[in-house]
């Protein structure tokens, strides 16, 4: 099977960087997904690690290091509006997803 | 992009009645469909894995003739919450994958319906 760790909350001010880590064990791995869900909302889709290495998409960027099992989602310059939980996710083998815990992200002004 | 949509958006129902709510892929067609359950300040369950043309694969501890999902084409899924009790209110969020190019499996990234909040009272 699989999990995936991640804090439970974040806080930081605006213009600030953040950075939300994601551990996790599987059976099987094929890469690490990131959504972003507003309070209510659907979770959307931000970006996706198949290689070690940081994919980097405006003001967010994506880590992953599979030899650590182990990746990160960094927020810069950080917004109010990016207030929201942010979820690391892992398909499951020829399946479907399953979904870490996800961190709870404040922005403070 | 991508867009799924979700009907209805909110839905109070008492308890013994039944209540479906139906997921659409509307600019693409979506083999197949997924979905999940969340609660207040929580992550998303799988419930199921819902195949056009075939029966849903359930996930461990859903009960199947509880949730009943229809996948009757490539663009809707539908999933029935029969004989509904206080304890199934949750938000309940389909998703699709997205078909790629020829030999390109985009399992990575799904899309997601705006979700349904049911209440049961």
């Known amino acids: 099977g699989q999990s995936l760790e991640q804090p439970s909350e974040v806080t930081a001010v605006e213009g600030a960087i953040v950075q939300m880590n994601c551990t996790y064990q599987t059976s099987g791995f094929y890469g690490l997904s990131w959504y972003q869900q507003h309070d209510g909302g659907a979770p959307t889709f931000l970006s996706y690690n198949a290689l070690d290495g940081l994919e980097e998409t405006g003001r967010f960027s994506s880590f992953l290091s599979r030899s650590d099992s182990y990746g990160y989602l960094l927020l810069q310059e950080l917004q109010m509006k990016d207030s929201a939980s942010y979820f690391c996710?892992?398909?499951?083998?020829?399946?479907?997803?399953?979904f870490g815990p996800g961190t709870r992200l404040s922005v403070l002004p | 992009g991508a867009v799924v949509s979700q009907h209805p958006s909110r839905v109070i129902c008492k308890s013994g009645t039944s209540v479906k709510i139906e997921c659409r892929s509307l600019d693409f067609q979506a083999t197949t469909m997924f979905w999940y359950r969340q609660f207040p300040k929580k992550s998303l369950m799988l419930m199921a894995t819902?195949?056009?043309?075939?029966?849903?694969?359930?996930e461990q501890g859903v009960e199947k003739d509880k949730f009943l999902i229809n996948h009757a084409s490539l663009t809707l899924s539908t999933l029935t919450v029969t004989s509904a009790h206080p304890e199934d209110s949750s938000f309940y969020i389909c998703?699709?994958?997205?078909?790629?190019?020829?030999?390109?499996?985009?399992?990575?990234?799904?899309?997601f319906g705006p979700g349904t909040r049911l209440t049961v009272t």
């Open positions: 819902s195949n056009e043309g075939s029966k849903a694969t359930y």
């Open positions: 996710a892992a398909p499951h083998p020829g399946q479907n997803f399953v």
């Open positions: 998703s699709a994958r997205v078909p790629g190019l020829a030999g390109v499996n985009l399992d990575y990234e799904q899309y």
